[in-house]
């Protein structure tokens, strides 16, 4: 008798034991997940992300509301399907990281792609080249490419000039100073993916 109620107790307990580690396992919470592509430095809206219930594990810290991520800028690009973290956010503070820095680049009508241009799109800087420039005639590429557009302001009381800030390394902001000085910039927006 004694080993039988032991048996019983351990088959009760051991399927007791079994269901916690199941329903654990399998414990739903909601979690923001990106809807559309953004591009980094893109502030997240609304139609950008979606929320769902996903199995999650004490590692992971997943963002949890829709609201807490609404206005906070992507701290780098992010792909549709993606579980979004508190590390895939950040304020206009945190978008420049070390070794980059923000430029402004005044640019008058011809020499921006289009006034519809916002932070976050991605631009290549070109110099006009000419043999009186001193900029050599080849090769025929950016001064500096796949730049992130920090902000973007009319600078003109007529509202055609643009102040278009641009997020550089070092020495793409020496090669880009130097080559808007010499024969002024041109920006080229880029597509998206």
Same mark, same amino acid.
Do not use: C, W
């Given at each position: 008798?004694?080993?039988?109620?032991?048996?019983a107790l351990l088959i009760v307990g051991g399927g007791l034991g079994g269901l916690i580690l199941f329903n654990r396992y399998n414990e739903r919470a909601p979690a923001v997940v990106v809807r559309q592509p953004v591009a980094h430095g893109q502030v997240l809206a609304r139609e950008n992300l979606a929320v769902t219930d996903v199995a999650l594990s004490a590692e992971v810290a997943a963002v949890g509301s829709i609201s807490d991520a609404v206005g906070r800028f992507a701290a780098h690009d992010?792909?549709?399907?993606?579980?979004?973290?508190?590390? !895939?956010?950040?304020?206009e503070e945190q978008l420049v990281t070390a070794?980059?820095?923000?430029?402004g680049l005044l640019l008058e009508p011809g020499q921006y792609p289009t006034k519809r241009l916002v932070?976050? !799109?991605r631009v290549d800087v070109f110099a006009p080249r000419s043999a009186e420039s001193g900029i050599p005639s080849s090769p025929a590429g950016p001064v500096a490419a796949d730049l992130v557009?920090?902000?973007?302001?009319?600078?003109?009381? !007529?509202?055609?000039?643009?102040?278009?800030?641009?997020?550089?390394?070092?020495?793409e902001a020496a090669a880009v100073f130097d080559a808007a000085d010499r024969t002024g910039v041109r920006l080229s927006l880029r597509g998206r993916d």
């Amino acid at each position: 008798m004694p080993q039988a109620l032991l048996a019983a107790l351990l088959i009760v307990g051991g399927g007791l034991g079994g269901l916690i580690l199941f329903n654990r396992y399998n414990e739903r919470a909601p979690a923001v997940v990106v809807r559309q592509p953004v591009a980094h430095g893109q502030v997240l809206a609304r139609e950008n992300l979606a929320v769902t219930d996903v199995a999650l594990s004490a590692e992971v810290a997943a963002v949890g509301s829709i609201s807490d991520a609404v206005g906070r800028f992507a701290a780098h690009d992010l792909q549709p399907g993606e579980l979004l973290t508190p590390g !895939d956010l950040a304020t206009e503070e945190q978008l420049v990281t070390a070794g980059e820095s923000v430029i402004g680049l005044l640019l008058e009508p011809g020499q921006y792609p289009t006034k519809r241009l916002v932070a976050g !799109d991605r631009v290549d800087v070109f110099a006009p080249r000419s043999a009186e420039s001193g900029i050599p005639s080849s090769p025929a590429g950016p001064v500096a490419a796949d730049l992130v557009v920090f902000d973007v302001v009319e600078s003109s009381s !007529d509202g055609r000039a643009l102040l278009v800030s641009v997020v550089v390394t070092t020495d793409e902001a020496a090669a880009v100073f130097d080559a808007a000085d010499r024969t002024g910039v041109r920006l080229s927006l880029r597509g998206r993916d």
